[in-house]
T-cell receptor, first 116, second 109 residues
């Protein structure tokens, strides 16, 4: 149980285009989903937190107009990187949490984005 | 959330127990200790968490000192597939997970 999937697993896009990454909780309902970014040889950095049906909360320094997050249902959240640039190339990882204070987060396998 | 300190790297012989330490001297009474690991180019995997009692599951054991200022994750019989970066995270309730630099564990044949 507690499986989280991401699609695509990797994507290459041209500079200036937009890319959408999907995150799904396959066997549970996720009231909260999280998006992280990880650059090579660095740790995960939280980008934003989203609750189903409400606007995402972005961490300081993360541009909400560039990284659009939609959490339209209890099993799906999407991250759209708009007008991507080479510096947006990174490993994007989502996680999902059931409701309740004590539940651990379950992470997706990540999406490798390369912007050329 | 309390800050944690972990050694940057450790080696362990295959088949032996891997003991990964974590210091969290500023932990508050309502904060849990979580352990995750990240195998190269994959998303983090939840391992175990605890508040003050020792915990054990099919993956590992978590030993928390009585004063809760430090803990140790124990992988009883390390295999090559346990090579990963292990993160010790302290957080309260519904707060978010913030990852530090973790410990890179290398299991040696």
């Amino acid at each position: 149980g507690a499986v989280v999937s991401q699609h695509p697993s990797w994507v290459i896009c041209k500079s200036g285009t937009s890319v959408k990454i999907e995150c799904r909780s396959l066997d549970f309902q996720a009231t909260t989903m999280f998006w992280y970014r990880q650059f090579p040889k660095q740790s995960l950095m939280l980008m934003a937190t989203s609750n189903e049906g409400s606007k995402a909360t972005y961490e300081q320094g993360v541009e909400k107009d560039k990284f659009l997050i939609n959490h339209a249902s209890l099993t799906l959240s999407t991250l759209t990187v708009t007008s991507a640039h080479p510096e947006d190339s990174s490993f994007y990882i989502c996680s999902a949490k059931r409701g309740g204070a004590g539940y651990e987060q379950y992470f997706g396998p990540g999406t490798r984005l390369t912007v050329t | 959330d309390a800050k944690t300190t972990q050694p940057p790297s450790m080696d362990c012989a295959e088949g032996r127990a891997a003991n990964l330490p974590c210091n969290h001297s500023t932990i508050s009474g309502n904060e849990y200790v979580y352990w995750y690991r990240q195998i190269h180019s994959q998303g983090p995997q939840y391992i175990i968490h605890g508040l003050k009692n020792n915990e054990t599951n099919e993956m590992a054991s978590l030993i928390i000192t009585e004063d809760r200022k430090s803990s140790t994750l124990i992988l009883p019989h390390a295999t090559l597939r346990d090579t990963a970066v292990y993160y010790c995270i302290v957080k309260a309730g519904a707060n978010n997970l913030f990852f530090g630099t973790g410990t890179r564990l290398t299991v040696i044949p």
